[in-house]
């Protein structure tokens, strides 16, 4: 194949590549860790690429050269080696150290695609440069289809904080590559699968730059930003907001630091979102403060979820006034979040009345 051909059929590709690596030298929501695996990603489906082509070439040799298998097993290696990089790509720090436990099914494959032109495990070639499959001629298909399904949960529970159209979003953009590569495999078609990949790839950052944007670096909750466009988006499903404050932040960060401060945000974080089902969207929309919109929940559910937020927060260190208001039928979503700030302050104040009778009860 000559240079021309090469760019002619690959060009969609490469442009999308060019693409995808502009927003990762623009993209200011992204970390540089993500910077990072999501360029190992793009080295990989370029070597695919190369791999691919040149194994097409080594088909044209009268004689079998020991180059043709080497490079069919290194495919069958980077296939999922791939979806592996996409999901570190997404991986917390905490994940990342069990997160090698899923190379093991890789690392155990490759060293039998490659020795599998002398043990005909899986494949091997005969002369005159012809393709045999061996017993386990589906394992490739069998390890790439493990990875894919790993793939679909890691996003399930990355996005579990998420609404449902963002969840549908990411299987979208994760299943259509793949169905057009099963279906390549089924046909029995001699086509790369590097162009179907790099479009689900291109895609699926694009979804992580927007949802990234959305979301505050610290705490991992959305922002201020989500905040208002919910409001403005999803007011008619809105069925109770919730304010919440934490006290004494700056005490924190004026006598301890502010790595303090941002254990304690990280904290009440946590605490908040694993405490109110998956019908409540939590917002940090400032400093210190938090916000919750509940979607078509009761006031006994939110009592319930506000109790269990108060029960974990009482383990900790931190404390954190409350209120709610239901969004009933003529109230608008911003005379809720006027009542609900409210019953917040007035909670706020009488925390703080407790803390001084407390101190006044001990010096007595």
Sequence with gaps: MTTSEFLSDNFVMIYEIGGLVILLLVGAHISLYMKRKTLVAIGLLVTETICYLTERWTQTYSELSILRPMLTATLYSIYPLIIIVMMLVTTTEMDRKRFWLLMIPELVCIPVFYTSQWTHIVFYFINPNNYQGGPLSYLPYALFTLYVVIFLIHNFIYLRHTSRINRTIVAYITIGPLVGAFAIMILGIDKDYCALFTSGFLLYFAYLYI????????????????????????????????????????????????????????????????????????????????????????????????????????????????????????????????????????????????RNLNATGLRG
Excluded at 219 to 227: G, V
């Design 211 to 354: 949802h990234m944007a959305k979301v505050d670096p610290l705490t991992s909750l959305y922002n201020r930003q989500s905040y208002y466009q919910d409001i403005e988006v999803n007011a008619r499903y809105i069925t109770c907001v919730v304010s919440v404050d934490m006290n004494d932040l700056k005490y924190l960060n004026d006598n301890f630091g502010h790595q303090a401060g941002d254990v304690a945000l990280k904290t009440v974080a946590q605490i908040l979102r694993g405490n109110c089902g998956r019908n409540a969207t939590v917002y940090r929309v400032g400093g210190d403060e938090f916000m919750i919109f509940y979607t078509g929940s009761t006031e006994e559910t939110v009592k319930k979820d506000l109790a269990a937020m108060k029960a974990a927060m009482d383990k900790t260190e931190y404390v954190c006034a409350y209120g709610y208001a239901m969004v009933d039928k003529g109230r608008a979503i911003p005379d809720a979040i006027r009542i609900s700030d409210q019953r917040m302050y007035d909670n706020k104040a009488e925390l703080k009345k407790i």
